[in-house]
């Protein structure tokens, strides 16, 4: 990422990360953003790193990206159908509408349904707090 | 030539000083329900899309992993493009920007792909390298690749390098450095080549930001 921003104008080429976990070490080296898939939960918080990095304020950027990045590993390991699952649950969606497309199988495991609850959670207070200063 | 909210030209304009709107774009993820057939459950989706477009982040990309690309036939895509920007609109966003992920196996299938999603209001075609014949595809090829469908496109192409989902295949720096001249190509989607977990590496109490990339 560095080589590439170094050599381009963002006006020309821009590099995102693939992953919110390293969003702030991404724009630190010229990175222009995030196609992060923790926003389908947590937008806000996302946006928020994304405001206070740009408003000087590195160290409380910093801080909520170490939550992030807890919240990041649910996402990361819980797989395609673990994200919609814990999305489905907390976004409060209907239950029959969880599953990915066959193939893909179920994310049924009661004790992984469990720990990505747990995991995907420590951003959670953060997100309730910027929607209700929103 | 139209802007969205944060001032960004919506296409490759050599005035604008961002080529792919900066900030955080969500993957939405794609709800299908129960039935046998597994449709997309529409009234879910589009209870989704409202929550992230309403959420305030910068843009929102359609059909890329998360969103089951894959498994998506072109129309479906389409749909979700139509959906997304009619919901952007009645939130007074008409040039909130939607970024499409490709699915095609050949190049004119993904070039099919960038025309159809275009037709039905998206900005950027996130490309991913076709990987079926992941054992004949070269450097060279992959380079050539981007840069005919960059060269057919009808919207910019924002390159989607995730060697986890296509056999291996990365578009390493060397290529990008190349493919960054193409004036259709705006800008890559780094997967892991870049510098994960990095955030748990670091202590609380550092201040320093700096972080040297892997490559």
């Known amino acids: ?134 | 030539m139209p802007s969205n909210e944060n001032g960004v030209s919506a296409s490759n304009g050599s005035s604008s000083q961002y080529s792919y709107p900066p900030g955080i774009h969500v993957p939405s993820l794609t709800f299908f329900n129960d039935s046998k057939r597994q449709e997309i459950d529409w009234d879910t989706q589009n209870k989704h899309l409202t929550f992230l477009i309403q959420s305030g982040v910068h843009g929102i990309v359609l059909a890329g992993t998360n969103g089951e690309a894959m498994p998506m036939t072109r129309q479906e895509k389409c749909d979700l493009v139509q959906a997304t920007r009619k919901i952007a609109t009645e939130q007074d966003k008409p040039n909130f920007p939607i970024t499409v992920g490709t699915s095609g196996i050949s190049t004119r299938d993904v070039i099919d792909d960038c025309v159809a999603v275009k037709e039905a209001a998206a900005d950027y075609a996130l490309v991913l390298v076709p990987s079926f014949f992941h054992f004949a595809m070269t450097k060279e090829a992959i380079c050539d690749f981007f840069e005919e469908v960059a060269d057919e496109s009808p919207i910019p192409v924002l390159i989607y390098n995730f060697p986890g989902v296509v056999s291996g295949l990365n578009v390493d720096s060397t290529m990008l450095d190349r493919l960054a001249k193409h004036k259709n190509i705006v800008g890559v989607k780094v997967g892991l080549f870049g510098i994960p977990n990095v955030g748990s590496m670091l202590t609380s109490s550092s201040s320093s930001l700096a972080v040297a990339s892997p490559k």
């Not at chain 1, 006006?11 to 630190?28: E, H, T, V």
């Not at chain 1, 992984?112 to 995907?120: H, T």
Request: contains cysteine; hydrophobic residues 35%.
């Open chain 1, 1 to 134: 990422m560095t080589r590439l921003t170094a050599a381009y104008p963002t006006s020309q080429f821009c590099a995102l990360a693939g992953q919110s976990d390293w969003l702030i070490p991404a724009l630190s080296v010229g990175g222009t953003g995030c196609i992060t898939g923790v926003g389908n939960l947590y937008p806000r918080a996302c946006v928020e790193i994304w405001n206070l990095y740009h408003a000087g304020k590195i160290e409380a950027a910093q801080k909520l990206q170490y939550t992030l990045s807890v919240s990041e590993l649910g996402f990361g390991d819980g797989g395609i159908n673990g994200t919609k699952w814990v999305v489905g649950e907390l976004l409060g969606y209907s239950e029959k509408s969880r599953d990915c497309r066959r193939p893909y199988p179920k994310f049924d495991s009661a004790e992984k349904r469990q720990w990505i609850l747990k995991q995907v959670r420590a951003l959670e207070a953060e997100e309730s707090r910027l929607k209700k200063t929103a």
